[in-house]
């Protein structure tokens, strides 16, 4: 075949005669469907154009998309082949690094994991709990890699918050891992930067607070009420623990996983999980500001996993925390698991059994 454009100039435009029966049309007497033959043809040529124009800008936004889930990935040790029909553990991680978050978050360099979430979705995706861990926590931390090269010692009885600080997110994955009996193939972390993008992406989050909050520390004042947070306030809800409750973690986690179900309900009731445009929008957002292990940047596991949320009644997801009870003396204001009720609530998660708050009491 030749390479060369063919001339249509040079090619003489050969019309049938015309037939003598047959007037050419004038006004009063045109064939009444000839405009809406007309109308039709230009219809389907934009209509054309349009689905062109769409499945380009779709193209092109699934190959960003793509591009942004593949940045910057969280190497897990010991994960394989994941079965996506099954029960899914998710560990969720909330940094609270300062770097590049901006001036307004002060300079720390420390990094510390101090939010800490497991979602387990059953395998009928009909329930769903949220186990939060507090960062008093204190457990081992097993031997992690170093990401520059060797590893990282073993330690007993960290708090573990700071697992992060021993080979990074990664680290963490491995502590919950072992403290659990779980296997989590799927992490994602996110910072200061990323909780405000998130709540800004769904438009905010509505929380009833019952009591107004004066935190100095975070410096972070609201009045009790209903509100829709995003931005800075939705992080400084996030945050504040010195003003709530007795200042304590666990007082902290009864915030984040208020917010938490919130924007679960959100997300489920606007239709998000059902929009393609909408879940591209939460997607990408979450893509640039989290991130993400190597086992969930293929899109496919990404629809798979709002899949399977989007089957969990919000009636059926359930929150709780690791049951256990507070230390004095040498280790005083950190947390000790309770042992048996912990074991309990993990072994059932583990078989994909129903997991009830009156099962895991914290006392």
């Known amino acids: 075949m030749s390479d060369q454009l063919p001339n249509f100039a040079s090619r003489r435009v050969i019309r049938p005669p015309a037939d003598p029966k047959k007037s050419p049309p004038r006004h009063g007497n045109q064939d009444p469907n000839f405009n809406r033959r007309k109308y039709v043809r230009w219809g389907f040529k934009g209509l054309a154009m349009v689905t062109g124009a769409v499945l380009a800008v779709a193209g092109v936004s699934a190959f960003?998309?793509?591009n942004q889930l593949n940045r910057d990935n969280i190497v897990l040790a010991g994960v394989g082949d994941v079965d996506l029909n099954g029960p899914l553990n998710i560990l969720v991680v909330g940094s609270d690094t300062r770097a590049g978050q901006g001036e307004e978050f002060g300079q720390v360099d420390s990094e510390l994991a101090d939010v800490i979430m497991l979602l387990h979705i059953s395998k009928d995706r009909q329930d769903a709990v949220v186990v939060s861990f507090p960062r008093d926590l204190l457990v081992s931390i097993p031997e992690c890699p170093n990401p520059e090269g060797g590893t990282y010692k073993a330690k007993s009885r960290q708090q573990i918050n700071?697992?992060?600080g021993y080979g990074g997110v990664a680290c963490t994955h491995l502590t919950v891992q072992e403290f659990t009996g779980l296997e989590i193939p799927f992490v994602a972390m996110i910072d200061f930067k990323g909780v405000i993008e998130m709540s800004n992406a769904v438009g905010g989050v509505e929380v009833v607070i019952d009591k107004p909050i004066s935190d100095a520390y975070s410096n972070f004042y609201i009045d009790a009420g209903t509100h829709t947070l995003m931005g800075t306030e939705a992080l400084g809800f996030l945050r504040t623990r010195h003003g709530i409750g007795?200042?304590?973690?666990?007082?902290?986690?009864?915030?984040q996983q208020l917010f938490l179900m919130s924007l679960f309900n959100k997300i489920k009731d606007d239709g998000t999980l059902n929009n393609p445009l909408r879940l591209y929008s939460l997607s990408n957002a979450a893509a640039r500001n989290m991130k993400l292990s190597e086992s969930m940047?293929?899109?496919?596991?990404?629809?798979?996993l709002a899949g399977a949320m989007r089957d969990v009644d919000s009636s059926k997801m359930l929150f709780t925390q690791v049951p256990t009870k507070v230390l004095s003396g040498a280790e005083e204001g950190r947390?000790?698991?309770?042992?048996?009720?912990?074991q309990t609530l993990f072994r059932n998660i583990r078989n994909d059994l129903p997991v009830t708050l009156e099962a895991t009491p914290t006392p």
Do not use: K
């Open 64 to 66: 960003d998309l793509y």
């Open 162 to 164: 700071s697992s992060i």
């Open 246 to 255: 007795d200042g304590s973690d666990l007082a902290r986690i009864s915030n």
């Open 297 to 304: 940047t293929d899109l496919g596991t990404m629809v798979t």
């Open 335 to 342: 947390l000790e698991a309770v042992s048996e009720q912990a």
